[in-house]
């Protein structure tokens, strides 16, 4: 993304009417990496439009495995365990994703390889996937200052092990168990703090067995994956836009399609009905072990909320949206436990500080986290992204309620995760 792109947010007075989300992005970086390792050649449909998912399906194509792509329909041919050497460095692009996850792969391959990913990538900690990694035997580098990007990885012969996890993060956790695929014995990851489960459920829809205990997940090495037909779901987090905008205006009325419904994604649909949200689920059933229905999401103004501890860590990815129209809460939003976010694409705690007080808003910044008090009323403000996809569109929706028009600038971000985003807010805005 190198050209800086703007867009003008002007007042609403309600949103309403379908959307068809894109598929879900940690579902399509997990089933093409493991269609990649597969035997035979896997169909997905619905497919994540994202570029971070692009990066994943460039990666996989650049170790071996032949990739077609027909808008939302991928075919990935599997090269059955064996990925060949790259001809050149793996480029992750923008995706934290992509890297730690396909280090795991790549860690016991019988070839050296380096991935890296633009600036805001190479800016990202990845001790935390090296220190497993090493455990294992792997031979891994970083060649960037304080362990960042880029990776040098040089194919090992890897050994199972129990890890518990420091922290809680879905991609260390399914960084170490596709390790644990290809390492001798069984490995587990123990985790105190319940993390997305995609990776489980992924691994058993490519016929990889996974034991699971409360707290645990363990795989065995040498198991032979075979090839999947599957429909990706559409990206929950991705509709957190759209659910806030509705909960901001009172008589809102958006209906998600096919949506995924996985309970370890699922908290956000919580808080928004504690908070006050009326949700209708009108039709769900179960593909792959993943829940996916149509969902129908009504308001008539929100409560607000305090996020900690275990509901800090699933909604992870949600926060900024629900931090960025805390103002129009009643009794406002807390936000703690969360210092992850500072470093995500940027640091999103300074981030939705800066851009809510841009706004005219008072908030409280902590170290883990935000409080911003609810009943404030917001104006129009020129925003800063700092290439962050999720606060350009955060920010995005914060604006439908403010006085005067709001300019995003660097808006051209929201392609990371969700090109289709200002087309498809457009189209549901009352004026």
């Known amino acids: 993304m190198n050209k800086t792109e703007t867009v003008t947010i002007y007042p609403a007075k309600n949103i309403t009417g379908g959307v068809s989300l894109p598929g879900d992005k940690s579902i399509s970086h997990r089933y093409a990496m493991l269609a990649g390792i597969a035997e035979g050649t896997t169909k997905l449909k619905n497919f994540s439009s994202a570029a971070d998912c692009a990066s994943t399906l460039s990666c996989m194509e650049a170790l071996g495995c032949a990739v077609r792509r027909t808008g939302g329909e991928v075919e990935i041919d599997g090269a059955a365990r064996k990925l060949r050497a790259p001809a050149a460095v793996l480029d992750c692009g923008n995706s934290g994703s992509t890297m730690r996850m396909l280090s795991g792969m790549v860690a016991a391959q019988e070839f050296a390889s380096e991935l890296t990913g ?4 190479r800016k990202r900690p990845m001790k935390r996937i090296m220190d497993p990694l090493r455990q294992m035997g792997a031979e891994i580098e970083a060649k960037g200052e304080g362990d960042r990007p880029p990776l040098r990885i040089t194919g090992r012969k890897l050994k199972g092990m129990t890890y518990k996890m420091p922290l809680a993060s879905a ?5 170490v168990l596709f390790a644990g695929l290809f390492a001798e014995g069984e490995t587990t990851v123990e985790e105190t703090v319940a993390t997305r489960d995609h990776t489980e459920q992924a691994l058993r829809a490519f016929g990889v067995t996974v034991k699971r205990e409360k707290g645990r997940a363990t795989v065995a090495g040498g198991q032979r994956l075979k090839s999947i037909e599957a429909y990706v779901p559409g990206d929950i987090s991705s509709a957190t836009f759209f659910l806030c905008a509705a909960g901001i205006f009172a008589g809102s009325n958006v209906v998600f399609d096919s949506v995924l419904l996985n309970p370890t994604r699922a908290a956000l649909l919580d808080v928004m009905t504690q908070m ?5 689920f009108l039709k769900v059933e179960e593909q792959f072990g993943e829940l996916i229905g149509t969902v129908q999401a009504q308001a008539a103004g929100l409560k607000g909320a305090t996020i900690k501890g275990g509901l800090t860590a699933a909604l992870i990815d949600e926060l900024p949206a629900l931090a960025a129209i805390a103002p129009y809460t009643r009794e406002g939003i807390e936000i703690r436990d969360a210092k992850e976010l500072r470093v995500k694409e940027s640091d999103r705690i300074a981030a939705v500080a800066e851009n809510l007080r841009r706004m005219g808003a008072t908030v409280e910044e902590f ?3 935000l409080r911003v008090p609810g009943g404030q009323k917001l104006h129009g403000a020129e925003i800063e992204t700092y290439g962050d996809h999720r606060i350009a569109m955060a920010f995005s929706v914060a604006a439908l309620r403010a006085e005067g028009e709001t300019k995003i600038v660097g808006s051209e971000a929201v392609a990371v995760s969700y090109p289709e985003f200002f087309e498809t807010l457009e189209r549901m ?3």
């Open 118 to 121: 633009d600036d805001s990538l």
């Open 171 to 175: 991609q260390v956790k399914s960084c």
């Open 276 to 280: 006050g949200m009326k949700l209708n």
């Open 367 to 369: 170290e883990d986290g």
């Open 429 to 431: 805005v009352e004026r």
